[in-house]
């Protein structure tokens, strides 16, 4: 059985198309309107900013704001959309002609999630880098970066099932990125499953190369056992050199692409990726979103037809709301574990999949 989309359905999809860059175009206005106001207040805090460099931040800005609103541009797109067929007694005269709404709502449903595959692996991945950009202007405008580059310590975890090790570093050599006056930690996990503390080093120098650290002038004393002095001293170590002491990016601003390395890299250093691994999931569930919230909105336009209820195209609206809100609540248990991540990202999308299935079809088949 082939599928192939026929005149009507083509023109369904161009009429949704057009609703759906108005939408896009209306809410991208918005976003760009408070983020402009939001720019010039925080880089002009610190001093003044040219109207063109607050236009530039904002460019880098918003894309990550819209992106999250996406899920309404398909929202009011499809339902403006399908409105606008209706007043016009097209969609009565395709019902009329004994067509199903299944022709041309599981075509718009379809371009919908095909937009939303590439809102993940392409428009995404700008805004990420948009949003990285926007974030260190803003800590560079306020003062947040320098604050940053005067801090005396640094603090670096790292380590695997067997062992695990909490550096401190008294001050960073930025030329060569070793640490003066550091101190390791070494803890050692039993066979129940328990960290003991085992060993405390406290070195002049610690330098991160090939693989280990090398430790001058070390001290270093096991639990119940004296202190032994180390003239160099060298510990394994699996941070890469060039990525152990930056800073890792907020998972929204991290690139679909490059989540899976992340977190990665994350858990080898002993730290929670919870929030990555949602917001990976999040990304991979947002092209079921997009789909539902197209086929929400189209099954309340066949109800506008055959009711001739205008009020429920203000309930559809409301119920895109609390399916976002619904969103925004699972991610927060996501992010606190108390869902865990995979639940946390797919079951918004899933609940809003079915509602819109459902009120489909009772409004086609009874």
């Known amino acids: 059985m082939t599928f192939r989309l026929g005149r009507i359905e083509r023109y369904v999809l161009l ?9 896009l175009a209306v809410i991208a206005a918005l976003v760009m309107l408070i983020d402009f106001v939001e720019v010039s207040r925080s880089i002009n805090a610190s001093g003044n900013a040219s109207a063109l460099r607050v236009l530039g931040l904002v460019l880098v800005k918003s894309p990550s704001v819209i992106v999250q609103l996406l899920p309404f541009v398909f929202l009011f797109g499809t339902l403006g959309a399908f409105v606008s067929l209706n007043r016009r007694s097209e969609l009565i005269a395709m019902r009329a002609a004994g ?44 003062g947040a970066a320098a604050q940053a580059e005067a801090q005396s310590s640094v603090w670096l975890r790292e380590g695997d099932d067997a062992r695990q090790m909490i550096i401190r570093g008294g001050r960073q050599e930025r030329t060569t990125g070793r640490l003066m006056d550091a101190t390791f930690f070494i803890y ?21 190369t090939a693989g280990r650290w090398r430790l001058t002038n070390a001290v270093g004393a096991q639990t119940g056992q004296r202190a032994v002095r180390y003239a160099t ?65 189209a099954a309340f336009s066949l109800r506008l037809m055959r009711l001739g209820d205008l009020a429920r195209m203000a309930v559809s609206a409301v119920l895109g709301f609390a399916f976002f809100f619904v969103n925004q609540f699972s991610a927060a248990m996501g992010s606190a574990e108390v869902m865990p991540p995979f639940l946390a990202a797919w079951l918004p999308p899933v609940l809003t999949a079915l509602a819109a299935f459902t009120l489909l079809f009772y409004t086609e088949d009874g």
């Not at 009429?15 to 939408?23: E, I, K, N, S």
């Open 99 to 142: 067509i199903s709404a299944w022709r041309f709502v599981l075509p718009a449903a379809g371009m919908a999630v095909v937009f939303g595959v590439l809102a993940v692996t392409l428009f995404g991945p700008l805004a990420a880098a948009g949003d990285a950009i926007w974030q260190q202007e803003r800590n560079r405008g306020s």
């Open 233 to 297: 001293l060298d510990l394994p170590s699996n941070l890469a050199d060039e990525e152990a002491f930056q800073r890792f990016a907020r998972p929204q601003s991290t690139s679909f692409w490059a989540l899976p390395g992340q977190i990665e890299r994350i858990e080898s250093a002993g730290f929670a990726s919870t929030a990555y691994r949602l917001r990976l999931q999040q990304l991979l569930s947002t092209p079921l979103m997009y789909g539902a919230m197209s086929i929400l909105a």
């Open 188 to 208: 050692t996990t039993t066979p129940d499953g328990q960290r003991s503390f085992s060993e405390r080093i406290d070195a002049d120098t610690a330098s991160l």
């Open 15 to 23: 009429q949704q198309l057009r609703a759906l860059g108005v939408a």
